[in-house]
């Protein structure tokens, strides 16, 4: 019989937190992107990046039982999802 897993382990830790993971990673190289080659590149990216987030997000509570609402998914995603619009018109408008 197999010892039961520890939730305190990094490991552990990964597997609760993956979007947050990947997410830092990513950020942090649109960040340098945008700080060595084009802002406007990086407003692009990093409108894309919250546009997979929401959807991620929106996603992943449709899937759940009934005992969590989801009209808090369904906000954040709507915000993220006005977010990652805003930023993706004001980065490719030119002029601003």
Known sequence: ?????????????????????????????????????????????????LLVLALMRALRRCGRSARSPSAPAASTSRCLLALALGIAVLSTSPNL
Do not use: D
């Open 1 to 49: 019989m197999r010892a039961p897993r520890s939730p305190h382990t990094l490991r552990a830790a990964f597997r609760r937190q993956t979007v947050l993971a990947l997410t830092l990673p990513a950020l942090a190289l649109i960040v340098l992107i945008g700080a060595t080659l084009s802002a406007p590149l990086a407003g692009v990216l990093l409108a894309a990046l």
